[in-house]
């Protein structure tokens, strides 16, 4: 099994940055993938961005060029840099992670959430 613990959420002013942790325990040897995923109030829950086994990265395009993810390796923690903030990336902030390298219980696991609001 993975436990996924998000922090870092808060209230900022538009234009200004937070960095969003992710940390990850149990069997993270089994974990090919990891993300950020968001959802609004009231909206559908959407990808911002994802960092494979193999280095590459993909980002929502409604944050390229101002999110960066990346990750720790010695401490198992994700992380989402996030910078040049908007009023429309108000929303919870999911970390996710893909356990198929490995075999069952389950190969899909998410995080608690932390609220990010960023005010005009």
């Known amino acids: 099994q993975v436990q996924l613990v998000e922090s870092g959420g808060g209230l900022v002013q538009a234009g200004g940055s937070l960095r969003l942790s992710c940390a990850a325990s149990g069997d993270t040897i089994c974990i090919s993938a990891m993300g950020w995923y968001r959802q609004a109030p009231g909206k559908e829950r959407e990808l911002v961005a994802v960092?494979?086994?193999?280095?590459?990265?993909n980002y929502a395009d409604s944050v390229k060029g101002r999110f960066t993810i990346s990750g720790d390796n010695g401490k198992n923690t994700l992380y989402l840099q996030m910078n040049s903030l908007k009023p429309e990336d108000t929303a919870v902030y999911y970390c996710n992670a893909d356990r198929r390298l490995c075999g069952p219980p389950k190969y899909d696991y998410w995080g608690q959430g932390t609220q990010v609001t960023v005010s005009s």
């Open positions: 960092m494979h086994s193999g280095g590459s990265t």
